[in-house]
Nanobody, 120 residues
Framework: QVQLVESGGGLVQSGGSLRLSCATSGLTFSNYGMSWYYQAPGKERELVATITSNGGSTIYADSVKGRFTISRDNAKNTVYLQMNSLKPEDTAVYYC?????????????WGQGTQVTVST
């Protein structure tokens, strides 16, 4: 049974920092690209950042470039999102996603989400 468990969310003042973690189990972590998404109230879920299975490449949404950093520890089966210089518009539920394509079939899994609230 695949599980992705996010942690590290909370309430922080504008300009502050948080570090999200996503611990995984039930999958071969090193085979999966990992991503963070966010979903603000009344809005679609959007991609924040992606890291390849070996950690060699990352992609960021324009809105978080230079402020957020995605990283992974394949020994701990965990992906992280370091969020600095937080803004009120970063307020959302943040979700962890694991994805891979194998023999033309897409496999992906979601965590339950963690709330991040940035106050002015």
């Amino acid at each position: 049974q695949v599980q992705l468990v996010e942690s590290g969310g909370g309430l922080v003042q504008s300009g502050g920092s948080l570090r999200l973690s996503c611990a995984t189990s039930g999958l071969t972590f090193s085979n999966y690209g990992m991503s963070w998404y966010y979903q603000a109230p009344g809005k679609e879920r959007e991609l924040v950042a992606t890291i390849t299975s070996n950690g060699g490449s990352t992609i960021y949404a324009d809105s978080v470039k230079g402020r957020f950093t995605i990283s992974r520890d394949n020994a701990k089966n965990t992906v992280y999102l370091q969020m600095n210089s937080l803004k009120p518009e970063d307020t959302a539920v943040y979700y962890c996603n694991a994805a891979r394509t194998l023999q033309n079939r897409r496999y992906h899994y979601w965590g339950q989400g963690t709330q991040v609230t940035v106050s002015t």
